[in-house]
């Protein structure tokens, strides 16, 4: 069984910057890719980014590419989402995402789930 717990969340002015953490209990974190997802009201949870077991292989959806870039720290057994020059459509409620097995970055497929914390982006 894996638990996230994902933190720093918040409200920030649009062009801003926040850093979204997720830390993971279980001490096989190092072999599981990660993914971060978000919801909006009224839309259906999608993906954001992914990153393989090592970190030698990440992806963003179209929409992020260039602003956000997702890292993990296995000593740490946390995954990070850096988020920069933010836009009032990134505001969702952003979810951390494990999948056991592969070792790619993938889109789907995700076994264990956080909580998810709250981006809001005023324009």
């Known amino acids: 069984q894996v638990q996230l717990v994902e933190s720093g969340g918040g409200l920030v002015q649009a062009g801003g910057s926040l850093r979204l953490s997720c830390a993971a209990s279980g001490r096989t974190f190092r072999s599981y890719a990660m993914g971060w997802f978000r919801q909006a009201p009224g839309k259906e949870r999608e993906f954001v980014s992914g990153?393989?077991?090592?970190?030698?292989?990440?992806a963003y959806t179209d929409s992020v590419k260039g602003r956000f870039t997702i890292s993990r720290d296995n000593a740490k057994n946390t995954v990070y989402l850096q988020m920069n020059s933010l836009k009032p459509e990134d505001m969702a409620l952003y979810y951390c995402a494990a999948r056991v097995g592969g070792s790619g970055v993938f889109t789907s497929g995700y076994q264990y789930w956080g909580q998810g914390t709250q981006v809001t982006v005023s324009s």
């Open positions: 990153i393989s077991w090592n970190g030698g292989y990440t």
